[in-house]
């Protein structure tokens, strides 16, 4: 590949890692990682990060704004699907009943699957729908904080 094809890609990576960060996920990179924040009590909401514009358009803004809200997720971290490759795939075994898909949130309650909100409720709408999605999914399985 061309050398400045890869030093675009990288540059893209880095922004998205930071924009999850900054808005407070803490991201899981191996599946020690993955499997050490699961198995922790209460809810998780995992973001399944990626490079595709509706990620960066519509997935990453709305996870920033999703979680100003009264119920939220005791965590919230996230993976990097196509970059921290075993990491997402760990962390998609716990997404049974559903075919990869990035990006994506998963809710997690007790290291369970509770919600999930795949590529294809993301791509194509509006990033305040899908904070709705998710905030509907706080309301019933989060605690107020």
Do not use: W
Request: proline fraction near 5%.
């Amino acid at each position: 590949m061309d050398l400045n094809f890869n030093l675009f890609m990288n540059d893209v990576v880095r922004q998205a890692r930071q924009e999850a960060v900054a808005a407070g996920y803490a991201e899981l990179t191996t599946p020690e990682d993955v499997e050490d924040t699961f198995a922790q009590s209460g809810t998780t909401l995992v973001l399944v990060n990626s490079v595709c514009g509706c990620a960066g358009g519509i997935a990453r803004p709305a996870a920033a704004h999703s979680v100003h809200y009264d119920k939220r997720p005791t965590r919230l971290v996230t993976v990097f699907a196509g970059q921290d490759k075993e990491a997402t795939a760990r962390a998609r075994e716990y997404f049974t009943d559903y075919p990869p898909s990035s990006p994506s949130f998963a809710l997690l309650k007790d290291g369970k699957l509770v919600s999930m909100v795949e590529r294809h409720e993301i791509e194509g709408h509006e990033p305040m729908q899908v904070v709705m999605k998710l905030q509907e999914a706080f309301e019933k399985h989060c605690e107020e904080v």
